[in-house]
């Protein structure tokens, strides 16, 4: 015959297995809906990211159109001043053969 301290002992074990069993369920609930928020937010920073990739690429590309306007209007500067210069120095050499001139006229004129 059966004991009724073994058959106790035997329930008082099924039981905790029972309440073990149940604790790991909801455990297992539990990190499977954190792992599904988690994928979640994955998801969306991926497509942050792939957002944020594009419109660093058109930046990129904006700021790079810029820089070459902005060197060619250099360049196109410094050659404006180049021919001002050039001129300058063209006009000051004809005034100076003018009044070279005029001086050189007006010394025959004295003597």
């Known amino acids: ?50 957002t944020d990739k594009r419109q660093r690429s058109a930046i990129d590309a904006r700021i790079t159109s810029l820089i070459k306007k902005i060197t060619q209007w250099e360049g196109e500067v410094a050659e404006a001043n180049s021919h001002l210069k050039t001129e300058e120095s063209a006009e000051k050499g004809m005034q100076g053969n003018l009044f070279a001139d005029l001086l050189d006229g007006n010394k025959g004129k004295e003597s």
């Open 1 to 50: 015959m059966i004991r009724w301290d073994e058959l106790e002992r035997l329930e008082g074990v099924v039981s905790r297995l029972l309440a073990g069993y149940k604790e790991l369920r909801y455990q297992n609930s539990s990190l499977m809906r954190d792992i599904r928020e988690r994928d979640e937010l994955i998801n969306r920073l991926q497509l942050d990211l792939a």
